[in-house]
């Protein structure tokens, strides 16, 4: 097997385009790997080689011609298994949807494949997309490539788990409260929220997303460099006329002062030394890049836009959603929904009005934040990467988990965008384990979010690709 899967997703394009190698080649290489390495992990629970292979000479074939081959020739690349794939099921992990064949792609594959990727696999997800654990009863378990003790995160446990290990050079993923976030966290690699809008959405053959949904999920991209995350955007981000959330915002905004805030300890969250070691440090790099770094204890509400998150994203069809979990009957589903009963539980017209009339007030305040600092350095979680299935073992450890991820949940209810920049390991009660920062903009200044990455990630270690455990 060739180490062609090692490579970068910039270089990788950048060779295929230049004929150095072909993307058959590059496909079977990727191929390969995951042959290798996927038996341990289970990130990618749906693959056709010859699919891929199919895929791969198309490349080729109009590169022969003189063609443009797009900005990922010839890169494989994975797709959640939430996103319609024609010819594939969008079983979102459950059951109830194994038979549910896509006949169109969803707008996030078609973008990927208009930029020359090829699609490797499907990765896995929970049930309904709804912890940040991944397994469930169709698809079993996905496991962390660092470390199998640890929750690969979730929802996007599959993608993440998948680049980390080398299983395709860039993944898609999906995140309506930290679902690209926390599993490139989990995981030891790069991920990005993109804002609202940014990204084209829609899957055909689900009916419609209730509003709520419509406007907390975005799709994103996960990779083991910020370089190849930001190919990843500027490939996710072409236009589709299927989504009316979709914005023509330019993917590189106006210059703003080198300026950055950082908080660890956002109203009050308990976060861990490791963590917090993390953040000074990502501090003391951008410092050092000629940054002004200033430490504040004071940012605009977040643990209010984490509780009306809950409340936008999960009271708009929560019964139907808890009622769909009790047919699937899955263990982990059923503790998510059911811990949120309180906020979700019961709401009436006026009561989620009040919920949209609030989002705006808080978006305000949160853009006239971003008027003066213009990133925010926070940690992704307030612990490190859980105990895999820690959410299953009773009401304390469900708290524990939720508590955690304030800063995920409710950075999402303004539309903002987020980076989960890894760096490095630390030692947690389950041994060696991936640390990380959150990066958080204004809407549609991703670049921000990503040239602060990038400083951060130069003056570290890059990304190594995991070698897992075999079962």
């Known amino acids: 097997m060739s180490d062609l899967w090692r490579l970068s997703a910039v270089e990788l394009a950048a060779r295929i385009r230049n004929r150095e190698v072909s993307a058959v080649e590059a496909a079977q290489s990727a191929l390969g790997r995951l042959d290798a390495v996927n038996p341990a992990l289970n990130a990618v629970i749906d693959h056709r080689p010859e699919d891929v292979l199919a895929q791969a000479a198309a490349v080729d074939a109009a590169l022969a011609r003189g063609e443009d081959a797009g900005m990922l020739a010839g890169v494989p690349v994975t797709v959640k298994v939430n996103v319609d794939q024609a010819g594939y099921a969008t079983t979102n992990g459950v059951g109830l949807q194994k038979d549910l064949i896509a006949t169109v792609n969803s707008p996030v594959v078609d973008n990927l494949r208009r930029a020359g990727a090829v699609v490797l696999g499907r990765t896995n997800t929970p049930a309904f997309s709804l912890r940040w654990f991944t397994g469930n009863a169709l698809h079993g378990d996905t496991r962390n490539p660092r470390n199998a003790a640890l929750t690969p995160g979730g929802s996007s446990g599959g993608a993440a788990s998948a680049v980390a290990a080398g299983i395709g050079h860039l993944a898609h ?65 072409a236009a589709d006329p299927r989504d009316p959330w979709w914005v023509p915002a330019p993917l590189v905004g106006p210059d703003v002062p080198r300026r950055a805030a950082l908080c660890v300890n956002p109203e009050g969250m308990d976060t861990e030394p490791a963590v917090v070691k993390a953040l000074q440090e990502a501090a003391r790099r951008l410092t050092e890049a000629g940054w002004t770094v200033d430490t504040l204890d004071t940012i605009p ?156 990630e130069a003056a570290g270690d890059p990304v190594s690709i995991a070698e897992p455990k075999p079962r």
Request: hydrophobic share 45%; aromatic share 6%.
């Open 173 to 237: 993923g999906t995140d309506i409260a930290g679902s690209i976030r926390y599993p490139a966290y989990a995981c030891g690699v790069h991920g990005l929220r993109p804002s609202l809008g940014r990204v084209a959405a829609y899957n055909a053959a689900l009916p419609e997303r209730s509003i709520g949904g419509q406007l907390t999920a975005v799709s994103g991209p996960l990779g083991r460099t910020i370089a190849d995350v930001r190919l990843g955007l500027a490939a996710l981000a």
């Open 301 to 456: 509400p977040l643990q209010e836009a984490a509780d009306l998150q809950i409340r936008m994203w999960m009271a708009d069809g929560y019964d139907a959603m808890l009622a769909a979990a009790e047919k699937e009957g899955d263990q982990g589903a059923l503790v998510a929904l059911r811990g949120q009963r309180d906020k979700a539980a019961g709401a009436d017209l006026n009561s989620f009005s009040a919920v949209l009339t609030r989002r705006a007030t808080l978006t305000r305040q949160w853009e006239l934040f971003f008027a003066d600092y213009p990133i925010l350095l926070l940690p992704v979680s307030a612990e490190l990467p859980f105990p895999d299935k820690l959410d299953l073992q009773g009401d304390a450890a469900y708290a524990r988990v939720w508590r955690a991820q304030m800063t995920q949940i409710g950075v999402p209810f303004m539309g903002l965008p987020g980076l989960s920049v890894a760096m490095g390991s630390a030692m947690s009660s389950a041994g060696p384990s991936p640390v990380g920062v959150q990066i958080v903009a204004g809407r549609y200044r991703e670049d921000l979010c990503l040239a602060a990455g990038e400083v951060i």
